[in-house]
Each structure stands twice: as C-alpha cells, then as structure tokens.
C-alpha cells in the first residue's frame, strides 16, 4: 500500500524506501540522528505497553510526555550552576511529574469507574493547555529570546546528556528499561500480578489479589516512563523546552506497542524501525520531493 501511494506521487518505491534507509542509517552522523529519535519511542511505547498488560490502554502518553518535559526544562534552568546535578535534578522531576499525571487517571478509573482512554485523552489537552501557560510571555518558566519562540531558558553544557562511543546515552537508558520492564512482567510477583488482572480482573480479585493497586502502579510506571523519555528529549536533544518538542513521539509510542505485541523487549526494534522512518523522512522530501507525511501513512 505504501508503495502504491508512493508510486502515485511519480516516484520509484524502491528508490524512495532505499533513500529513507541510507538517509537514517549510512550518512554521516545518520545513525546516531536514529538512535536519538529511537531513545525516546522506547518509552513511550513502554507508557503503552505496562498499561496494556493490566488491561488498560493509556492513550494520555503524549501529554504525560511534554508536560514532565517542561517541569524538567523549568528544573533544569532555575538550578543551573549546579553541574551534573541538574541533569539528575530535571530527570527525577520529570519522572516524577509524569507518574503522578498518569495516576490521576488511574485514580479516577479505581474510585469512579471512568474509562481511563476518555480520562488520557482529555488529560492531553489539558496538559498542551498547562505547558503554553507556562512558556508564553507572564507565565512562569517564560524565557525571553530573540527567536520569540515560547520556551524555557537554556540548560547548562554540564546538565546535557552525554554520549558513550558515540551511543546516545538515552538510548542505552531506554534500552536497559525496556529489559527491566521485560524481566519484571516475566520473572516477578508483581509481574505475576500485571499479567493476572489484565488476563481475568474478577479472578485475579477473587485470589487476593489488589486491582487497585495494580491499576495505579500499572499507570504510574507507564507516565514515569513516558516522563522520563521527555526529560531525557530536554537534556539530550533540545536542552530546553519548547511546545513543539513532544512533535507525535506520545502517539507514535501507540504504534510501538501494538507494533510489538504488548512485549517490552520487542518494543526496541518496533522503536527502531519508527525512528528509522521519522529520520529518513526529511531526507525523502529532499531526495525526492514527496511530502514527509508519506511516513506518518506508512507508520499507519
């Protein structure tokens, strides 16, 4: 299908596939530019896949996303001069803020009943709300440049995420999480207990087992997760925050995680191949003039 719509435009599908591969993986710096984009779409596809595994389908991962991006930007500029201590300092935070707005959900879904997709979704708008009160001129973490583009002041050099043999380390991070988060689903008892209530939530009741409990830690993990990826895109690739910084990487990480059957090690690979597309995209415009669209349909 790809292909015939490519093919449509006048252009030669293998060319085009040929030049979003070589593009993404063999230019110069090309596969590093992968393996940033990569880091990332690991963990929102992890914010898709814990929840999924309990039975719940947290759609909120974009707004979880670039809000605990912001609070790490804001962190990470007001404590500036602190070295290497404010890239911990913007990390936890924005950890921490993206657990605690995917609870909200999770609360409402274990004390009202409501469906956590219609919470997550409203949850997004909300957050895209609170993230343009906070970087437009008079808001809080506003930070006046020349560009007038909304954002928060720039991040010290030693509060940037480094490279490893020229592996970005968010990337190896992301990597390691996504074993951990496979291991944990496979190997423990809370893992034991994930899997139980998505399979049967009145059985799993009905063994002694919390479903409550399993719902809040279930969403608390993926807007960790999701959080942590939108510090981690502050300090290792903006090094500072602006709106445009979550682009669909919440929404992509939905793809991920279907892509890879709810299995977070499987989830790597699924991340690779969308950043190979997302990458390679700018390079197919130039090389070929179709619109970089072309891979948000091929991604669906």
């Given at each position: 299908?790809?292909?015939?719509?490519?093919?449509?435009?006048?252009?030669?599908?293998?060319?085009?596939?040929?030049?979003i591969?070589?593009?993404?993986?063999?230019?110069?710096?090309?596969?590093?530019?992968?393996?940033?984009?990569?880091?990332?779409?690991?963990?929102?596809?992890?914010?898709?896949?814990?929840?999924?595994?309990?039975?719940?389908?947290?759609?909120?991962?974009?707004?979880?996303?670039?809000?605990?991006?912001?609070?790490?930007?804001?962190?990470?500029?007001a404590?500036?001069?602190?070295g290497?201590?404010?890239?911990?300092?913007?990390?936890?935070?924005g950890?921490?803020?993206?657990?605690?707005?995917?609870?909200?959900?999770?609360?409402?879904?274990?004390?009202?009943?409501?469906?956590?997709?219609?919470?997550?979704?409203?949850?997004?708008?909300?957050?895209?709300?609170?993230?343009?009160?906070?970087?437009?001129?008079?808001?809080?973490?506003?930070?006046?440049?020349?560009?007038?583009?909304?954002?928060?002041?720039?991040?010290?050099?030693?509060?940037?995420?480094?490279?490893?043999?020229?592996?970005?380390?968010?990337?190896?991070?992301?990597?390691a999480?996504?074993?951990?988060?496979?291991?944990?689903?496979?190997?423990?008892?809370?893992?034991?207990?994930?899997?139980?209530?998505?399979?049967?939530?009145?059985?799993?009741?009905?063994?002694?087992?919390?479903?409550?409990?399993?719902?809040?830690?279930?969403?608390?993990?993926?807007?960790?997760?999701?959080?942590?990826?939108?510090?981690?895109?502050?300090?290792?690739?903006?090094?500072?925050?602006?709106?445009?910084?979550?682009?669909?990487?919440?929404?992509?990480?939905?793809?991920?995680?279907?892509?890879?059957?709810?299995?977070?090690?499987?989830?790597?690979?699924?991340?690779?191949?969308v950043?190979?597309?997302?990458?390679?995209?700018?390079?197919?415009q130039?090389?070929?003039?179709?619109?970089?669209?072309?891979?948000?349909?091929?991604?669906?």
């Amino acid at each position: 299908l790809g292909a015939i719509l490519i093919r449509y435009q006048g252009v030669s599908p293998w060319y085009a596939y040929q030049t979003i591969f070589h593009e993404a993986l063999f230019t110069p710096g090309g596969l590093a530019r992968t393996l940033t984009k990569t880091s990332p779409l690991i963990l929102t596809g992890l914010a898709v896949v814990l929840p999924l595994r309990v039975g719940l389908f947290n759609i909120g991962g974009q707004g979880q996303f670039v809000l605990a991006a912001a609070a790490a930007g804001w962190a990470g500029y007001a404590t500036r001069g602190s070295g290497f201590l404010a890239l911990i300092i913007g990390l936890v935070v924005g950890l921490l803020v993206g657990a605690m707005w995917a609870s909200i959900a999770a609360l409402l879904k274990t004390t009202r009943g409501v469906h956590e997709v219609i919470t997550t979704i409203m949850l997004n708008n909300i957050a895209l709300g609170i993230i343009w009160w906070m970087v437009t001129p008079g808001g809080p973490a506003a930070y006046k440049n020349t560009s007038q583009i909304p954002m928060t002041g720039p991040i010290d050099d030693a509060a940037r995420m480094p490279t490893i043999a020229g592996l970005p380390v968010a990337f190896l991070v992301s990597v390691a999480l996504a074993l951990v988060c496979g291991w944990m689903l496979k190997k423990t008892t809370l893992g034991f207990q994930f899997d139980t209530v998505g399979k049967n939530k009145f059985a799993a009741g009905y063994a002694g087992i919390g479903i409550s409990k399993v719902i809040l830690l279930a969403m608390a993990f993926a807007g960790a997760l999701a959080g942590l990826a939108g510090a981690m895109e502050v300090h290792g690739v903006m090094h500072h925050f602006e709106p445009a910084i979550g682009g669909t990487l919440g929404f992509d990480g939905i793809t991920i995680a279907l892509l890879a059957r709810s299995n977070p090690i499987w989830t790597i690979p699924a991340a690779f191949l969308v950043g190979i597309l997302r990458t390679g995209a700018a390079g197919l415009q130039f090389a070929t003039g179709i619109a970089p669209e072309i891979v948000d349909l091929l991604l669906a």
